[in-house]
């Protein structure tokens, strides 16, 4: 899992250094070609073991514009409940253990302020 930075960016590069895992690129080299910010979900820990809560959802300006990956909800139910690391690819650094407290309520798209350690 991972956040997910949306078509609301205005590219204002206030997350960039704010991250502890290097995973914001900005819109020029953002893969998917979108004139947004982009992280890379191999590589983000949602800042698990560095800060409380993301910080760059911290630094971030704009309302809603950084958000989970994934909503929380029932269709995601399997993805999370089979997963005892946070990320299921190859990513480098995907050791960080999966946090089953949070809310699924929580995990709605623009609720990424709400999470409780
Ligand atoms: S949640 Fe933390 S690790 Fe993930 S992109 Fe944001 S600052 Fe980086
Ligand atoms: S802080 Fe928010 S608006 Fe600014 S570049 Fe990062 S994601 Fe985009």
Not at 7 to 34: H, K, Q, R, W, Y
Not at 78 to 96: F, W
Request: charged fraction near 30%; aromatic fraction near 6%.
């Amino acid at each position: 899992m991972s956040v997910r930075i949306t078509d609301l960016c205005i590219s204002c590069d206030a997350c960039l250094d704010e991250c502890p895992t290097s995973s914001i690129v900005d819109d020029d080299d953002n893969p998917t070609g979108e004139d947004t910010y982009y992280v890379d979900p191999a590589t983000c820990t949602e800042c698990i073991g560095d800060h409380e809560t993301p910080a760059c959802q911290a630094a971030c300006p704009t309302d809603g514009c950084i958000v989970w990956d994934l909503p929380f909800d029932d269709a995601n139910r399997a993805h999370y409940e089979a997963s005892s690391v946070y990320k299921l690819g190859d990513g480098a650094d995907n050791n960080q253990p999966s946090r089953p407290e949070i809310s699924m309520e929580d995990r709605e798209a623009g609720d990424v302020d709400s999470v409780v350690e």
